[in-house]
């Protein structure tokens, strides 16, 4: 787009609003002409599978090319000389394929992010566009040949990251720092680690890396996929409309607990047996529990074939198990293997006495026929995943032969059950049980991977959940965001080396980001206090705002002064949340209720009220405009990682935090 002759600012900005109404318009063709693609592909369409093939790529790219009235088109614009390029969520052409908005990961829109007085990159002028509700209202230019430069100085960015918000998390593109964007465009094959301190964007770097990734290796990334881990449904619930924004539609979002799903989960155990089996010394144990189920075959094989009859003799059969064995093939590949190359000598055999092949149907007969099942289930016997783990849970012989060495024979005794279920089916697993029936499961069969994925508030991933990450991620790259100062989890990181590690990236890059945009500076200076009783190696956050309010009081009804200071913030935009004690929760809700104060859970992030009442144990990764936290030791107190738990809760606040005590606040504070 050439650029136009000096114009009065308010010509300019009617310029910028009929481009923004032409763009609309455009997006809106581009929909249409896809739709009508979609309603006739069939006729077009060579075949059946043709068609179906079509209709999907199709299907996804009319979802891809949805507009979001409130969300605004385009953001920025760069004026290179005599070109300009509006920046924006997706790339929009008019009908002669011309550009409109150019996609923000465009190599052109680097600049958007990387261009300064010191670096202009060819950039003349960078301009950044004011919006609300979806209209465009400002613009502020920096003349980089100038060597203008507003940084957080600039008014329109500023009001963008410290604008309210109700409802699920936005994209950042419009605000993405440089030092961000380095990590968005950070090549597939490269695997990061992002240790970043509260309201750095760690979440939003890892979701954008996820929508750049797929625009920059589309075909590649559709067929293997890209994974988004978060730490529970909440969590999920809050990020899940980001990339759509993006026009990425297809990107899988799961928990740990979901990706491990092969048993129902319908019992809790005693913490310190949790723990132990969340202990990475448990993937050797089950390694050598498959291990020990092969053995050494034991006679030789006779097969009767019509007239003829087979033989194989134990130098061969043992040749067989011993290769197989040194292949380390997953298990139940290395079962089939040992009948493929069994039948294979039966084959040899028959066409030496034959003078002819075997046909396919001989040779599946030959691999079912009783002789050689039997030689298979006495050397090689088929296992499941929960009957491995069921065999050495209750079992105390099992699991010592296994475990000799490896764990102490209390830990055997504390892992072995006292009343051993009959079958695996009749046992009644524990979420840590399911973490040892995938270990298992990735044993006796690989299972299929993504080819990128984000693991977010990854601190607390046991070592084994980590393995479980692991074998999805194995030929592929990952995205690892956390912060060590907000483990809660009684394997929580203390160390993102050991972490990457046990997800088999040990070279993978650790960058902190320990500059905020989001959480103001009066509150991250009062959460840093707690950060020496933490225990973790991390740089204190810092924060750019120097807005916001932190508010300490001392109470004498509780209840009544949080219904009292909900009220006073939903004078203010934005969303308010309530964070404290599991157990106190469900009290403050109904007092909310009888004040006639609309509530939502934490879940349930479409609802359409401005307050949530959240447990402190669900709240990691949300963020509110006001957060009122009520008892801070009630939080200490629940659990033995309480410190670190209370350090999550109050850095959720982005505008205000209000703390509400009776009992004496903790001594860091």
Known sequence: MTPHAPMSLDTELAAERAHLDASRAALARMRERTEALFATGHNVAGDAYTAETLGRTLSRRVAELADQPDTPLFFGRLTFGDEEHHIGRRHVTDDLGEPMVLDWRAPVSRSFYRASARDPQGVTVRRRFGFSAGALTSFEDEHLDRGEELGTASRILTAEIERPRVGPMRDIVATIQPEQDELVRADLAASICVQGAPGTGKTAVGLHRAAYLLYLHRERLRRSGVLIVGPNRAFLSYIAA??????????????????????????????AVAALKHDARMAEVLRRAVEARIAAPAEPIMVSDG????????????????????????????????????????????????????????????????????????????????????????????????????????????????????????????????????????????????????????????????????????????????????????????????????????????????????????????????????????????????????????????????????????????????????????????????????????????????????????????????????????????????????????????????????????APL
């Not at 069921?390 to 009343?419: I, R």
């Not at 590690?501 to 840093?528: C, E, I, Q, Y």
């Not at 957060?627 to 959720?652: D, F, K, N, Q, S």
């Open 242 to 271: 980001v990339l759509p924004a993006l026009g990425e539609v297809e990107v899988e979002q799961a928990t740990v607990e979901d990706l491990i799903a092969r048993v129902p989960v319908r019992t809790v155990e005693d913490p």
């Open 307 to 666: 007239s003829f009859r087979w033989r194989i003799g134990l130098d061969p059969l043992h040749r067989v198990v011993e290769e197989t064995r040194r292949e380390g093939l997953p298990y139940a590949t290395g079962r089939e293997r040992v009948r493929a190359r069994v039948v294979g000598l039966l084959q040899r055999q028959a066409e030496a006495r034959r003078a002819e092949s075997p046909g396919d149907a001989w040779l599946r007969r030959m691999g079912k026929i009783r002789p050689v099942a039997d030689f298979l289930d006495a050397v090689w016997p088929a296992l499941t995943p929960e009957g491995l783990v069921h065999g050495l849970l209750a079992d105390p012989a099992v699991l010592a032969a296994a475990a000799d060495g490896v764990l102490t024979e209390a830990e055997q005794a504390l892992l072995t059950w006292a009343k051993p279920p009959r079958t695996p089916k009749a046992t009644k697993w524990t979420a840590a049980d399911a973490v040892l029936v995938d270990e298992a499961a990735g044993l006796l069969e690989r299972p299929a991977g993504f080819g990128h994925v984000v693991v977010d508030e990854a601190q607390d991933l046991s070592p084994m959940q980590c393995r479980a990450i692991a074998r999805r991620s194995e030929h592929g790259s990952i995205t690892l965001l956390g912060d060590l100062a907000q483990g809660t989890a009684p394997w929580a990181a203390r160390d993102w080396r050991e972490s990457l590690a046990h997800l088999g990236k040990p070279d993978a890059t650790v960058v902190p980001l320990s500059v905020g945009f989001r959480v103001p500076a009066a509150v991250v200076a009062f959460a840093n206090r707690l950060l020496p009783a933490l225990a973790v190696d991390v740089p204190p956050a810092e924060s750019l705002r120097r807005d916001g309010a932190l508010d300490v009081r001392t109470v004498d009804d509780l209840v009544a002064a949080t219904v009292a200071e909900v009220r006073a913030a939903l004078a203010h935009d934005g969303s308010v949340g309530v964070i404290a004690a599991d157990d106190a929760v469900g009290g403050l809700r109904a007092a909310l209720a009888d004040a006639g104060i609309d509530t939502a859970t934490a879940d349930d992030v479409a609802a359409p009220a401005r307050v949530t009442v959240v447990p402190a144990t669900l709240v990691k990764g949300l963020e509110y405009d006001h957060v009122v936290t009520v008892e801070p030791a009630a939080i200490v107190a629940a659990e033995p990682r309480g410190l670190h738990r209370l350090y999550v809760v109050l850095t959720r606040a982005v505008s205000r935090l209000t703390v509400l005590h009776t009992a004496p606040l903790p």
